[in-house]
Structures are given as structure tokens and as C-alpha cells.
């Protein structure tokens, strides 16, 4: 980090920036630059002031120096009279005093602060249904300059060089995709964007075509452009009829305004874009299969090559990217590649949408710089682990992914930072797990998933995962077998190694993450036939740690089955015959007197009736846990 | 509607700029209510109809009233936003048909942010 004498704070607010502070910022570094203070004096855009009457507001360090209403005409005049000879523009200075704002600002929460929004930038501002309002906010801007000023090469350079990758999953350089279909000849070409959002806990997508559908338009018209398609096709899940509904009027209005069709902006470009509706099938996220499934067909994948820039859709020369892929690009071409580097690592530029689910205090959708920790995301924007709980993984990727532990928890997101996890980045879903959650039950749930959406094509697949889901299941239902790990091991690898496609090749990750860093629950749920959370029933005994036990109640009010007894003062106990292991009152007591024990507990526990055999055993189990 | 040139685009930028930022149009607030299939689903449609309908009571002529998507929080849904002119927007969250008649009366009516409800003040960075 440089050191300046002085820096800049920059109002990057929505409301500055409608009053042209990103002018004003320009013209401070050309003005800046030209005076040769740029390393003296730094110049940074903050999250809004909250004065955005004043606007465009800026803040001078160290001496705290508040402008307002600041135009790029007083700019020679800040940088003359302030920066050079130290004395205050008094004229542009905050006159009123400071209203006490008893609501936090943006800029002092993380949950806003530390998030970046360009995918997202009309994310709450625009009528959606509006394309006036899209266009208020530079949209179709890009378009018309990649329709009027650029060469198609131009186009894929500046996406070559912003090093935008792939958002939905797989992250191949997508000007580098846009170049190889740019040079296959032919006399169609198809531009596709892929909106068959599946992975569970995902919903960025989702969230973009029915928040901003223009914006999914404008990057298929700048990659038509690119790439010479005249047709192209949006694949949405027909669940999402929001999205759906939004995109079909955003469709409507653009070729009203001439902005799809023939003869674009009077450019002579055409571009025609039907909607077309999947039917759920999370395999149709594949590119190849998510091709047949548009030409009426069974979606299923088929071998590469020949790759869809030479043989795609009906043949033909094609390029799909993801939904988030396309809004990234318009503010590319209108700023520029430089720009889009400014944020993020370098292999893993710019921003990343993640839907941030599970068990973390603010669940939503955000927007961060690549490169950001892990533990940034989980702990300062969503607000830490809900309920007071603690943290036990973090599963990005969906079914494609993995589990991160605590201990890898300042990874930055990167493409490949997180591979080195055994996870990947996918398509941005990341689900915060507690301690609560069992790792063996986790990695069944993503293996049923990955069992059912297996197309059936290929034997490794279709067959590998029902193979390893069934294995699971004997070991969460307690019939597992020491030899089991190995051999989930063994069958992941040949399924990776021999699928077709993506899902199979990457559908034993979540198995084969969750053995990596929580191998301790698999052997305990193999060994010992324990379930050490009390997640599968079969493998656990919930009995009260009765020194612990105030007696209060409430594991008996929670009891569906009454098995509590107990009265006021008396140590509460439950029942081993009428328990079903629905562990409502582990989570509902407040003293931490609940306990797990392995299922051989409960068989011991049932046979004794001997109150003081009961509690040698009760004090047993208990030091045993302690060990 | 007619087929645009690349000079309409930029006319309609600078006309519908005033409905976004309040600026330079007519009106006095906006209220959005964010309407993606979060907010819908936890009953923004019944915040949307009580403000329409405290707009007709009213018979309030300087408000725009609007509907966006996702606000990003999806766990704090419903949400809206009120943008009284001339001062940063109050984001609201939780909200159902009483809260937001609230907020009407005493926020975009009388001019008080309602603490309260209220979660932050000011907009995101965009760039």
C-alpha cells in the first residue's frame, strides 16, 4: 500500500452519482494527474453519506473536510486552493449542521459496505417492467456502442482483456468462448443464455431477470454482435414465473423501441430472442444438453467435441453464457476492460453474485469483490451464524461443490483458491451450515439430488451415484462398514474420471469434501454407531445430563411424544421407548443438560430398570462424552 | 412506440432520470416496494395495496409509487424504500399493511423516518 498525504472520499451513491460524482472523480485524477499529485493524493469512491441532497458529496482526509455540490468546474479549484496551498474552499463547504440520523448509514453497516454492485447495479431501483428506467440508467448504452463504434473483434478483446469468466460454474474466459465461435464460419449462429438455475440454495439468476431483465438482453446483443449471431434463445425453468413473466415484457418493449428485431438502433444488426422454457431438469444446465432440450429433444449431454462454437444449436455455431455472464458485459463496454480489472485477483477479475443461505443471520443475495475472504462474507455480511450457533461448513457449488471448514474459512473466493478447497466457486450458491447439521446426512441429501438429476446416459453416473448414495444410506442408518470410506473414495474417483458430463464428473465432490474435513463423522457414524448431532436417527440416544438439568421444562413442552417426565425441581429424563430422536429438545434447551449418545445407549438404558443402574450409566455416558 | 436511434436513447436517459432520482421531476417521494418472488412471497403485495390505498385516501398527487426487485435481503422481506426529496433513501424491512400505513402517515406525509422499521439510510455504491 502507498502512503498518501492525502485522500479523497468520494460519494459513489446512487444519488452522487445521478449529480455526476463519477465526473467530478474523473476530473480529479485527469486534474491530479496532470499536476503530478497522484501519488500524493488518493482518490476513492465510498458508499453513500446519506446526504445525498448535498450531492455530490466528498470528504477531504486528514483534515476532515466535508464538500458538497462539488462539479467538475471546481474541481481545478479544490485541487489549486485546498491540495496545493492547504486552505479549505470555503464556498463548497457544508454549511447546515449535521442532522442527527438515529438510522444507520449504508456505509457503516458491512452487510452493505463491503459489497460491490455491478451485476446488481439496478438491483432495487428500477420498475423492472419499466425500460424507461433501464434506459435512465444508461441502459442499452453498451449496445449502441457495440453496434455503432465497435468491430466485433474490438468487442472480444475488451472482453479478453476485463478477464470476465464464466458465472455459472465452470468459469471458462468468456471472451475467449466468444473468439472461437467469432471464426467459425457459417450462415446462422445462435446466441443462448442459460437461466436453468438448479443448484439448491441458488438464486442469483433468478434474482437478476426479474430485478433487471434488460440487462440480460443488452450483454446477448453485444455477444450476437460479437460473435454474428441473429437469433437467440433464453433458457428459463418454468419455475420461475416471475422471471419468466419480466423477461417475455422486457422482450416485448426492446422490440418495440427497435432495440431487438431487424435493423437495431438503424444499424442494420438484427437480432431476433425467443424465450424458451425448461422443464426443471437440473441437467439442462449442461450446455450440450440444454441445446437438445431447445430442439425438442430429452435433454441430455452428449461428447465434446465437436464444442458448441463449431457444432451447437441445430448445428449450428453457438455460444451460451450464464445470465449473470450477460449482465456483467454491458458495464464492460461502457467502461472498459481497465475498469473491470480494478476489482477482484488476478486470474479471478471483478465481482461475484452469491446467494447466501442457510444458517447465517441475513439471508440474501450480494455482490463482492473476487478475492474476499470467506470469513468476510459469512461473519460481516451475513451478519454471522443465526440463533447464537456455531459454524460448521460453508457448501459452495451446490451439488457440484463442497463443504469448507472452519479452519479454511480466509480462503479468498477465487476461482482457484477455491478449488484448492476441493469445492469450486459454481454458480454462487453458498449455504452456511451449523453445528447442528451432520456431514454424512449432508453429502446424502446432495447425492439424492445428484442421483435423481442424473439423465441416465452414461453407466458411471447413473449407476456410480446410486451406488454411492445407497452406501450413505447404510451408513446413516447404521449399517455401515469400516471399509466403506475407502470405497467411496474409490467410486468417486471412476465416476469423475469416466462421466460425460459435468454432473457426473463433479457429483462425488460433496461426498468426497465432507470425508476430506469431517472424516471423523463418517468413522464415528461407522464405528461407533453414533451421530454425534443427532441428525440420523437410527445412530443416536437422547438422554439428560441430570447434574446439568435446572428442570425447567421446556425439553417437556417440546416433546411431541411426552416422553419427558419430570416434575418442578425434579431432574427431567426421557423416556427411551417413547423418543422418536426428533431432537427438539436438544435444540430447546437452554443449558446445555441434553446430550447425544451413541445408539447403544439407548439399548442398554431400556433394558435397566434399576434406578441406580440407570444413573451409573447415565454417569458413564456422560464421562465418556467428556473424554 | 417508435423505433429508436441511438439519440433517442440518451433523450430518454435525461427524461426518465427525474422518476429515479427525484431530481428534477415534479414529485415530492417515491416509495418502492421491492417485489421479487422474496418479497412477494412474504406478502409485499398486501404492502403495495395499502399504499395504494393510503395514496387515494390521501388523494396524494406528488408521490410516486413503484415496484423494483429483490432489495437483496431476502430474510428482511417485505421491504420498501422511501426517498423524501432532497434526502437519502430509508430502506424499511418486516413490513406488513399497518407498519407501511405508518410509515405513510408519518414518514412521507409529516416528514419523520420511522425508526422502527427502518434498517439504513442511504444508497448502495454502484460502479
Same mark, same amino acid.
Given at each position: 500500500?502507498?502512503?498518501?498525504?492525502?485522500?479523497?472520499?468520494?460519494?459513489?451513491?446512487?444519488?452522487?452519482?445521478?449529480?455526476?460524482?463519477?465526473?467530478?472523480?474523473?476530473?480529479?485524477?485527469?486534474?491530479?494527474?496532470?499536476?503530478?499529485?497522484?501519488?500524493e493524493i488518493?482518490?476513492?469512491?465510498?458508499?453513500?453519506?446519506?446526504?445525498?441532497a448535498q450531492?455530490?458529496?466528498?470528504?477531504?482526509?486528514?483534515?476532515?473536510?466535508?464538500?458538497?455540490?462539488?462539479?467538475?468546474?471546481?474541481?481545478?479549484?479544490?485541487?489549486?486552493?485546498h491540495?496545493?496551498?492547504?486552505?479549505?474552499?470555503?464556498r463548497?463547504?457544508?454549511?447546515?449542521?449535521?442532522?442527527k440520523?438515529?438510522?444507520?448509514?449504508?456505509?457503516?453497516?458491512?452487510?452493505?459496505?463491503?459489497?460491490?454492485?455491478?451485476?446488481?447495479?439496478?438491483?432495487?431501483?428500477?420498475?423492472?417492467?419499466?425500460?424507461?428506467?433501464?434506459?435512465?440508467r444508461?441502459?442499452?448504452?453498451?449496445?449502441?456502442?457495440?453496434?455503432?463504434?465497435?468491430?466485433?473483434?474490438?468487442?472480444?478483446?475488451?472482453?479478453?482483456?476485463?478477464?470476465?469468466?464464466?458465472?455459472?460454474?465452470?468459469?471458462?474466459?468468456?471472451g475467449?468462448?466468444?473468439e472461437?465461435?467469432?471464426r467459425?464460419k457459417g450462415?446462422?449462429?445462435?446466441?443462448?443464455?442459460?437461466?436453468?438455475?438448479?443448484?439448491?440454495?441458488?438464486?442469483?439468476?433468478?434474482?437478476?431477470?426479474?430485478a433487471?431483465?434488460?440487462v440480460?438482453?443488452?450483454?446477448?446483443?453485444?455477444?450476437?454482435?460479437a460473435?454474428?449471431?441473429?437469433?437467440?434463445?433464453?433458457?428459463?425453468?418454468?419455475?420461475y414465473?416471475?422471471?419468466?413473466?419480466?423477461?417475455?415484457?422486457?422482450?416485448?418493449?426492446?422490440?418495440?423501441?427497435?432495440?431487438?428485431?431487424?435493423?437495431?438502433?438503424?444499424?442494420?444488426?438484427?437480432?431476433?430472442?425467443?424465450?424458451?422454457?425448461?422443464?426443471?431438469?437440473?441437467?439442462c444446465?449442461?450446455?450440450?444438453?440444454?441445446?437438445?432440450?431447445?430442439e425438442?429433444?430429452?435433454?441430455m449431454?452428449?461428447?465434446?467435441?465437436?464444442?458448441?462454437?463449431?457444432?451447437?444449436?441445430?448445428?449450428?455455431?453457438?455460444?451460451?453464457?450464464?445470465?449473470?455472464?450477460?449482465?456483467?458485459?454491458p458495464?464492460i463496454?461502457?467502461?472498459?476492460?481497465?475498469?473491470?480489472?480494478?476489482l477482484g485477483?488476478?486470474?479471478?477479475?471483478?465481482?461475484?453474485?452469491?446467494?447466501?443461505?442457510?444458517?447465517?443471520?441475513?439471508v440474501g443475495?450480494?455482490?463482492?469483490?473476487?478475492?474476499?475472504?470467506?470469513?468476510?462474507?459469512?461473519?460481516?455480511?451475513?451478519?454471522?451464524?443465526?440463533?447464537?450457533?456455531?459454524?460448521?461448513?460453508?457448501?459452495l457449488?451446490?451439488?457440484?461443490?463442497g463443504?469448507?471448514?472452519e479452519?479454511?474459512l480466509?480462503?479468498?473466493?477465487?476461482?482457484?483458491?477455491?478449488?484448492?478447497?476441493?469445492?469450486?466457486?459454481?454458480?454462487?450458491?453458498?449455504?452456511?451450515? #451449523?453445528?447442528?447439521? /451432520?456431514?454424512v446426512? =449432508?453429502? %446424502?441429501?446432495?447425492?439424492? !439430488?445428484?442421483? @435423481? $438429476?442424473?439423465c441416465? *446416459?452414461?453407466?458411471?453416473?447413473?449407476?456410480?451415484?446410486?451406488?454411492?448414495?445407497?452406501?450413505?444410506?447404510?451408513?446413516?442408518?447404521?449399517?455401515?462398514?469400516?471399509?466403506?470410506?475407502?470405497?467411496?473414495?474409490?467410486?468417486?474417483q471412476?465416476?469423475?474420471?469416466?462421466?460425460?458430463?459435468?454432473?457426473g464428473?463433479?457429483?462425488?465432490?460433496?461426498v468426497?469434501?465432507?470425508?476430506?474435513?469431517?472424516?471423523?463423522?463418517?468413522?464415528?457414524?461407522? #464405528?461407533?454407531?453414533? /451421530?454425534?448431532?443427532? =441428525?440420523? %436417527?437410527?445412530?443416536?440416544? !437422547?438422554?439428560? @445430563? $441430570?447434574e446439568k438439568? *435446572?428442570a425447567?421444562g421446556?425439553c417437556?413442552?417440546?416433546?411431541?411424544?411426552n416422553?419427558?417426565?419430570?416434575?418442578?425441581?425434579v431432574?427431567?429424563r426421557?423416556?427411551?421407548?417413547?423418543?422418536?430422536?426428533?431432537?427438539s429438545c436438544?435444540?430447546?434447551?437452554?443449558?446445555?443438560?441434553?446430550?447425544?449418545?451413541?445408539r447403544?445407549?439407548r439399548?442398554?438404558?431400556?433394558?435397566?430398570?434399576?434406578?441406580?443402574?440407570?444413573?451409573?450409566?447415565?454417569?458413564?455416558?456422560?464421562?465418556?462424552?467428556?473424554? | 412506440?417508435?423505433?429508436?436511434?441511438?439519440?433517442?436513447?440518451?433523450?430518454?436517459?435525461?427524461?426518465?432520470?427525474?422518476?429515479?432520482?427525484?431530481?428534477?421531476?415534479?414529485?415530492?417521494?417515491?416509495?418502492?416496494?421491492?417485489?421479487?418472488t422474496?418479497?412477494?412471497?412474504a406478502?409485499?403485495r398486501k404492502v403495495?395495496?395499502?399504499?395504494?390505498?393510503?395514496?387515494?385516501?390521501?388523494n396524494?398527487?406528488?408521490?410516486?409509487?413503484?415496484?423494483?426487485?429483490?432489495?437483496?435481503?431476502?430474510?428482511?422481506?417485505?421491504m420498501?424504500?422511501?426517498?423524501?426529496?432532497?434526502?437519502a433513501?430509508v430502506?424499511?424491512?418486516?413490513?406488513?399493511?399497518?407498519?407501511?400505513?405508518?410509515?405513510?402517515?408519518?414518514?412521507?406525509?409529516?416528514?419523520?423516518?420511522?425508526?422502527?422499521?427502518?434498517?439504513?439510510?442511504?444508497?448502495?455504491?454502484?460502479y
Amino acid at each position: 500500500m502507498e502512503k498518501y498525504r492525502t485522500s479523497v472520499m468520494l460519494c459513489g451513491g446512487t444519488g452522487c452519482i445521478a449529480g455526476g460524482s463519477l465526473k467530478v472523480k474523473n476530473a480529479l485524477i485527469d486534474e491530479l494527474r496532470n499536476r503530478g499529485l497522484e501519488n500524493e493524493i488518493n482518490v476513492v469512491v465510498t458508499g453513500c453519506n446519506g446526504f445525498c441532497a448535498q450531492g455530490p458529496v466528498m470528504t477531504v482526509y486528514p483534515e476532515d473536510i466535508f464538500y458538497e455540490k462539488v462539479t467538475v468546474s471546481d474541481v481545478p479549484v479544490i485541487i489549486e486552493e485546498h491540495f496545493i496551498k492547504g486552505r479549505p474552499v470555503e464556498r463548497l463547504l457544508y454549511k447546515e449542521p449535521v442532522k442527527k440520523q438515529t438510522i444507520p448509514l449504508m456505509r457503516d453497516i458491512p452487510f452493505f459496505n463491503l459489497q460491490v454492485l455491478r451485476a446488481l447495479r439496478n438491483k432495487g431501483l428500477i420498475d423492472a417492467e419499466k425500460i424507461d428506467e433501464y434506459i435512465a440508467r444508461d441502459g442499452y448504452q453498451a449496445a449502441a456502442k457495440a453496434l455503432t463504434e465497435m468491430t466485433p473483434e474490438q468487442v472480444i478483446d475488451e472482453l479478453k482483456r476485463s478477464g470476465l469468466r464464466g458465472r455459472g460454474g465452470a468459469g471458462f474466459p468468456t471472451g475467449m468462448k466468444w473468439e472461437l465461435c467469432s471464426r467459425v464460419k457459417g450462415d446462422r449462429k445462435y446466441i443462448l443464455c442459460n437461466g436453468d438455475e438448479g443448484d439448491p440454495g441458488a438464486f442469483m439468476d433468478r434474482s437478476i431477470m426479474e430485478a433487471d431483465p434488460h440487462v440480460v438482453l443488452e450483454g446477448m446483443i453485444i455477444g450476437a454482435k460479437a460473435i454474428g449471431a441473429d437469433k437467440g434463445y433464453i433458457y428459463v425453468r418454468a419455475e420461475y414465473p416471475l422471471a419468466v413473466h419480466r423477461l417475455q415484457l422486457a422482450i416485448n418493449q426492446a422490440k418495440e423501441y427497435g432495440l431487438l428485431g431487424e435493423n437495431i438502433l438503424g444499424t442494420g444488426f438484427n437480432l431476433d430472442i425467443e424465450i424458451y422454457l425448461g422443464a426443471g431438469a437440473f441437467v439442462c444446465g449442461e450446455e450440450t444438453a440444454l441445446m437438445r432440450s431447445i430442439e425438442g429433444k430429452r435433454g441430455m449431454p452428449r461428447p465434446r467435441p465437436p464444442f458448441p462454437a463449431q457444432k451447437g444449436l441445430w448445428d449450428k455455431p453457438s455460444v451460451l453464457n450464464n445470465v449473470e455472464t450477460y449482465a456483467n458485459i454491458p458495464q464492460i463496454i461502457l467502461n472498459g476492460a481497465d475498469w473491470y480489472r480494478s476489482l477482484g485477483t488476478e486470474k479471478s477479475t471483478g465481482t461475484k453474485v452469491f446467494a447466501l443461505t442457510g444458517a447465517i443471520n441475513n439471508v440474501g443475495l450480494i455482490e463482492v469483490p473476487m478475492g474476499i475472504p470467506l470469513r468476510k462474507i459469512i461473519y460481516d455480511i451475513g451478519g454471522g451464524i443465526s440463533k447464537n450457533r456455531k459454524f460448521k461448513a460453508v457448501q459452495l457449488g451446490g451439488p457440484s461443490g463442497g463443504c469448507i471448514p472452519e479452519y479454511l474459512l480466509d480462503t479468498p473466493v477465487t476461482y482457484e483458491d477455491i478449488v484448492q478447497t476441493g469445492a469450486i466457486v459454481g454458480s454462487g450458491g453458498m449455504v452456511v451450515m #451449523n453445528d447442528l447439521n /451432520c456431514m454424512v446426512s =449432508v453429502a %446424502k441429501f446432495f447425492l439424492e !439430488f445428484t442421483t @435423481d $438429476e442424473s439423465c441416465g *446416459k452414461c453407466p458411471p453416473c447413473r449407476i456410480g451415484t446410486t451406488v454411492m448414495l445407497d452406501i450413505l444410506t447404510n451408513i446413516t442408518e447404521g449399517r455401515g462398514k469400516e471399509e466403506y470410506i475407502e470405497l467411496l473414495q474409490d467410486i468417486s474417483q471412476d465416476i469423475i474420471a469416466t462421466s460425460l458430463c459435468g454432473l457426473g464428473q463433479t457429483a462425488p465432490n460433496p461426498v468426497l469434501t465432507t470425508i476430506k474435513y469431517f472424516r471423523d463423522e463418517y468413522e464415528s457414524h461407522i #464405528n461407533e454407531k453414533w /451421530c454425534k448431532t443427532g =441428525v440420523c %436417527k437410527e445412530l443416536c440416544t !437422547f438422554y439428560v @445430563d $441430570e447434574e446439568k438439568c *435446572k428442570a425447567c421444562g421446556a425439553c417437556k413442552r417440546v416433546c411431541p411424544q411426552n416422553a419427558v417426565s419430570g416434575e418442578k425441581k425434579v431432574p427431567h429424563r426421557i423416556d427411551q421407548s417413547k423418543c422418536i430422536q426428533c431432537r427438539s429438545c436438544y435444540e430447546a434447551c437452554k443449558f446445555d443438560s441434553i446430550k447425544i449418545g451413541p445408539r447403544s445407549l439407548r439399548e442398554r438404558l431400556m433394558e435397566t430398570t434399576d434406578q441406580e443402574a440407570l444413573k451409573e450409566i447415565y454417569t458413564a455416558a456422560i464421562a465418556a462424552k467428556e473424554e | 412506440m417508435a423505433r429508436l436511434t441511438v439519440d433517442d436513447l440518451k433523450k430518454i436517459k435525461e427524461e426518465y432520470k427525474s422518476t429515479l432520482t427525484l431530481r428534477e421531476g415534479g414529485s415530492r417521494a417515491k416509495i418502492t416496494v421491492h417485489m421479487g418472488t422474496c418479497g412477494i412471497a412474504a406478502g409485499a403485495r398486501k404492502v403495495m395495496e395499502a399504499v395504494l390505498d393510503e395514496i387515494n385516501k390521501n388523494n396524494v398527487k406528488d408521490v410516486i409509487v413503484t415496484n423494483s426487485g429483490c432489495a437483496g435481503l431476502c430474510s428482511k422481506e417485505p421491504m420498501a424504500t422511501v426517498e423524501i426529496i432532497n434526502e437519502a433513501p430509508v430502506k424499511y424491512v418486516q413490513l406488513n399493511e399497518e407498519k407501511i400505513r405508518k410509515i405513510f402517515k408519518e414518514h412521507v406525509m409529516e416528514g419523520n423516518a420511522v425508526q422502527d422499521y427502518a434498517l439504513v439510510v442511504g444508497s448502495e455504491t454502484a460502479y
